[in-house]
DNA sequence: ACCTCATATTGACAATCGTCTATATATAAT
DNA sequence: ATTATATATAGACGATTGTCAATATGAGGT
């Protein structure tokens, strides 16, 4: 496997719809739809939105039907919460 | 005081470079010239990413005659850290 | 086969970004 | 006052971004 890019996860959670579409997923898989009701932008940019997200590879896509089910990668999350912890409190303290 | 935007901060955390400059103020206070010699950009390409994350408020900058002194701000890294950490865990698990 | 619904893709647009060169500011040393 | 050093600002450039309208894809339902 090839190691995470964190920069890529930041410049996705860098925009505010995203970061509240994560916020949303937190609460569990949500369907693009569901999704959508909640902002003021066309299905096609929430699409982009879900795209850049995915590819960053903090979000999953599961396709059922019509559907497409959305839902955070727990993995990907975990490492990128032990990064972000590891800053500063990895340094020494005085 | 006003809240914290994350996802300037996350933005600001988008750029490899300046992710990286976050990783080396971890490890302590660094004086730009300092940094510049890390990266292989020129001195206004690196006082404009410097200027990026101050503005994020995840940075500080302490003047002290000719140099600039940059620091993590530890307060809100600290926020940024319960900020992430309250992703997912906060909400319900199966 | 046709229609409807959910989502993705394309192509356009203005706005923002990362970078550079050139210049300005500010402090200290001579 | 002049010079050297550290940093910031201004202006320009191509690249990327967030957004939309229009269109395509694909899966059911009739």
């Not at 890529?8 to 509240?20: C, E, N, P, T, Y």
């Not at 579409?21 to 699409?47: D, H």
């Amino acid at each position: 496997m090839n190691s995470i890019d964190y920069a890529v996860i930041f410049k996705a959670l860098g925009d505010s719809h995203r970061l509240q579409i994560v916020k949303m997923l937190s609460e569990g898989e949500k369907c693009a739809c569901c999704i959508l009701e909640f902002f003021e932008i066309t299905q096609p940019t929430l699409s982009h939105h879900m795209k850049i997200l995915c590819e960053s590879g903090l979000v999953e896509t599961r396709k059922e039907g019509k559907w497409s089910h959305y839902s955070l990668n727990h993995e990907i999350l975990e490492e990128l919460k032990n990064f972000i912890n590891s800053i500063d409190s990895g340094g020494k303290h005085e």
